[in-house]
């Protein structure tokens, strides 16, 4: 390395203070992955705090208040908390005594953080010019964390964590590919809430959603072909479904149902699969109002009905395996197609962990972090 270089490198690594001046934590980078929430426990009162959280939250129930409180209070958290209880149990992690959603997102997080650890600066292409110089990980500095939007881990918690450690700048990276109001912005929401509360403030970016981010596409793909390649038959039918909501938010302009409907045509094309025998669906509906149809559990029905024998699904709005795939999906609408007439079910994975599905999120993750590391 050469004197200037050397000099340089120098400077980039002192953090001058004044004489006497307390340590200052700084300089760090945070990545914190950000997932909807699951109750503490399957009991009826820890289901009735997640639920009660999840349901009064505004972005998620657009039902002026004096018409939903009583119905929330008086009538959803006295009757679905057992249910829903019982629901998770079936699903429950027992061995770590949280549910899979929890499970999951703690294992991308340390995915992540095990891959920028390997991340060579010459791979980066932005890194500083003390890393060019000596060959250093340019991700030295970054700390990769995960938060819940409801329940626990808090989103306030996991920021101010961070910033105890040093982390000035924070990369918000909402786990929704598919944005919506009622989970990206609720999630952002809840970390501006966190930062309105702060008298030093970390400096925020957040990723954007990626529902024709190629690295996700090709992922879903791949997830795919590999699952069709376990069975020893082929689906008559591949079906995508996502996480419905109430039509009158698409009219409101809500982009949520244009960007699924943009994945499952990519994910179509990408496996080169006929059209004809491809399917996307809307899932998960609650209440009375119309949502986004055409409906997961009635077109499963039809189609079994219908003489399909053969179905496979996936579900490409979820970037980890919940209540909403593993319960309704797996077992719902396998019941729904097998009472129906149909014979073969199978359902795909979410990408969760697993190397593609940390290949999707450090792939945002990289190129948002531009211009910080």
């Known amino acids: 390395m050469s004197t200037n270089a050397s000099d340089t490198a120098a400077a980039f690594r002192a953090i001058r203070l004044p004489e006497g001046h307390p340590p200052v934590k700084k300089g760090k980078v945070g990545v914190l992955l950000l997932n909807l929430g699951t109750p503490d426990a399957t009991d009826y009162w820890s289901m009735r705090r997640y639920l009660k959280q999840f349901l009064s939250d505004r972005r998620v129930i657009e039902v002026p208040r004096l018409i939903w409180w009583p119905i929330l209070n008086l009538i959803i958290l006295t009757t679905r908390p057992g249910k829903k209880g019982k629901d998770y149990a079936s ?45 250093n990980n340019a991700y030295d500095n970054v700390i990769v964390d995960w938060a819940m939007r ?19 700048r924070i990369l918000l990276v909402p786990l929704y590919p598919q944005y919506a109001a009622a989970t990206t912005a609720t999630a952002n929401d809840e970390a501006f809430r966190a930062l309105m509360k702060m008298r030093w403030q970390p400096y925020v970016r957040i ?3 990626y529902a024709d981010e190629p690295a996700y596409i090709e992922a879903l793909a791949k997830s795919v072909r590999a699952h069709l390649a376990s069975l020893d038959w082929e689906p008559e039918i ?32 990408a496996l080169d699969w006929p059209a004809e025998r491809y399917r996307i669906t809307f899932q998960s509906r609650f209440g009375n109002d119309p949502w986004l149809q055409p409906y997961t559990d009635e077109t499963v029905k039809a189609l079994a009905e219908g003489g399909t024998k053969r179905l496979a ?47 999707v999120i450090e792939a945002v993750v990289r190129r948002e972090l531009q211009g910080w590391v």
């Open 91 to 135: 699903i429950w992690n027992n061995e770590r005594n949280e549910g899979p959603l929890k499970t999951i997102t703690r294992d991308q997080a340390e995915g992540l953080a095990a891959r920028l650890a390997k991340a060579k600066s010459s791979e980066v292409g932005t890194g500083s010019r003390e890393d060019f110089a000596s060959g």
């Open 150 to 168: 409801y329940q626990n881990p808090s989103t306030e918690a996991r920021i101010k964590a961070l910033m105890a450690e040093g982390c000035d």
């Open 207 to 209: 990723a954007p959603a």
């Open 313 to 359: 699904m996936i579900a490409p709005g979820f970037s980890a395996d919940c209540l909403e795939t593993l319960e309704e999906l797996d077992v719902e609408n396998r019941e729904i197609f097998e009472h129906n007439g149909g014979e073969k079910f199978s359902y795909i994975p979410a990408l969760n962990a697993s190397p593609e599905g940390i290949d």
């Open 238 to 269: 591949l079906l995508a479904t996502f996480h419905g909501m109430p039509q009158k938010y698409l009219e409101q302009g809500d982009p949520y149902h244009c960007e699924c409907m943009k994945t499952g045509r990519l994910l179509r094309e």
